[in-house]
């Protein structure tokens, strides 16, 4: 980016061959992953210049990363933040030390200078007669970050002569306050966070309904940094979008959020997920895709994720005792047993696929618009289940009965279908 | 303070009552309230405006004080926090509505126009051809916020055109991570505050020592603004002086805090109180101050605070037994019951009273000095019952037996002292 930095890395390699310790130079293209990245320079060098780093500090099994920082690049950083509207994850500005980083799990990034301004470290330099490299790009205003320091903090300086100090100060009270936040936010995870990995992060929609405004955006916040660990920062109406959509009434529908992740508002879970990633359907009865089963009455054939279909004859007597009792479990059953041909197929949907649900009394409908009207969610009904008799649909399970299967006055023998899940 | 402001008051005065609204208006000498109090006169000013608008509330029995600040006040208002260093509960700005605030407990202060901006309130007067009365002191510049609001802010926007409303919804932000600190100093205080009223509070120094520092640093802000509701900002260099002070080994020590009050740090205490502020003394045996009781063996004597010194005599083999076990009670002795006088003497300390402790083996001590030396708090230390025979000091409760009491080969007569709390 500049050309007189050979020169300066030959420098630097005097330096460190006359200390007796190791340089390790690598030369990268940064206009050109700018450009495939859509970063600004500035970015895309940073980006290159911390994986070199880290990646060299793997490699030769290093505890951590030390950087440069001052306090001076300290005071830049929270007014950076600010101008750019970061809330307080942006504003404690850096830390001494950092692990996790968004470069690494394991390896910290330490910042042992972060406490030292610019000015103690040139008169450090000049006591002991060092001959520091400057970078002359640091002087260019069209950085914004050199701009900041050019001519924002003089002018700030106007108002108050000790601004950079008190910036300073407010990073290290706002890192503590952060802190507070950080192990609330740790608390309400443990609560409300029902399943993780690096595919996905379920979340009880309830459970962080409940909790106070704030609380909701950080874990939020949290949830999407496990899943993105690179990215920079979330901005404010990523979070409020967020946190509207769980408020949101609508079932089984689905947000584009941010950095390639979607939330996806079910029932009892809010997913975050990345767009291409595939979610469990522990939840539900499902039938590997294709898959034709037979059952016979009485009978039990098992399904995926744990879920059991029982089919058994119960006497009329039985039948109607239980009928007293409301039916409020859909994933139970009772059927005209002599309607059926034995064995009931169980199959997932075809495309097609039309039945006559009990409640329109002989009109019929397609599976398809059934699932989407009783929010069947959408990736699930693919593997969903359905019982057949005669290539006639019998029972949608968790849905609805067939009107012809129905048991009427004249019923005979009746079956008993029932879905658990073990 | 401004020349117009009388025919302003009769163009409101005009305005209310074509309303059939009542004005109450008021007439105070601002300069001379400045110069008395060592405030600024835009201060001074404010001061008396909300103590007026208050006291009319109270009169009126009144649910609010409304105001009319707009969302640019509100970015003027985090721009100055951040210029004069204020933590987070600077930097989240003015509420919509804020109970308690500094001016009532009951009666809230409220801001209806904070998420308005100027301009939008201004179009709206305008297009209903309301005539506002502009205050022109408001473009006076000499004032910090005047200067903030003409000069930094259009300063500040070339960085980013859309700052103004980046630092509002910032303050937004931050008001909610504010309310998640609230709730955890909260729950903090509940643990660590063993006694407060308006004159003082009491914290348990190894709880509060064990909270991380953030919590630390809020909960001692929100001691002194419980004591000290009046006061705008607890600045950082006062937070940092209590929380090292917390931290500092010297037992029964004093810091001069801020607005009057003072920290004492006790074995088991940390007040907080103003330095006029008498503390309780239940913790310690203590007798009123210029009494003297008579004790009898075998007897009983009440003390304040419920502390009760009963004497009774033993027997040889007893007090083997009893020795054998270590005495870690310094509230009771045994001694040589024929080197006494009786009635024993309870009384306070006298100037220049001296006594042979135990340990010195003879050699005499002041009781003043000895005092200091096992570190009886200084509050108590007045109050403090010694027992005397014949003029003699015999015991120090809580510290020494005097040597010549001691139990001896030869002793007879064995009498058992225990001083305990009911």
Known sequence: MRPESSTEAEQVRNIVDRLGYKLILAKMDVKAFAESQKLSQEEAARILRYRFLFQQAKLKDAQAVAVGHTADDQVETVLMHLLRGAGLSGLKGMSYRSLTNEWSQEIALVRPLLGFWRDEIMDYVAKRNFQPILDASNQDTQFFRNKLRHDLIPYLENYNPKLRQLIWRTAE?????????????????????????????????QCLKGQPLGVQRNLLRRAIFKLRPGIRDVDF????????????????????????????????KLWLTSWEAALPNQDWPQLDLG????????????????????????????????????????????????????????????????????GLKGHSKKISDLMVDLKIPQRARAGWPLLCSDEQIVWVPGIQLAY??????KTINITHLKLKRG
């Not at 740790?186 to 690096?198: F, G, K, P, V």
């Not at 990523?238 to 029932?267: W, Y």
């Not at 995926?304 to 089919?311: D, K, S, T």
């Not at 039985?318 to 197929?345: G, Y």
Request: hydrophobic share 35%; glycine share 4%.
């Open 291 to 358: 898959t034709e089963l037979g059952l016979h009455i009485p009978g039990k054939v098992n399904l995926a994720n744990g879920w059991q279909l029982i089919a058994k004859n119960v006497s009329n007597a039985k039948f109607q005792k239980r009928q007293a009792i409301t039916n409020d479990d859909p994933f139970q059953v009772w059927i005209d047993f002599d309607c059926l041909r034995l064995p009931i197929q169980i199959r997932t949907r075809q495309s097609g696929d039309r039945f006559q649900p009990f």
């Open 237 to 268: 109406n990523t979070i409020n979008r967020a946190v509207q959509f769980l408020g949101s009434p609508s079932k089984n529908s689905q947000l584009d959020l941010t950095a390639g992740l979607r939330l996806l508002l079910e029932e009892k």
């Open 173 to 205: 009270i706002l890192k503590e306050d952060y802190n507070i936040i950080d192990n609330t936010i740790t608390s309400a995870w443990q609560i409300c966070i029902l399943d993780e990995n690096e595919r996905y992060i379920a979340i009880d929609p």
């Open 404 to 409: 012809p299967y129905r048991i009427k006055d």
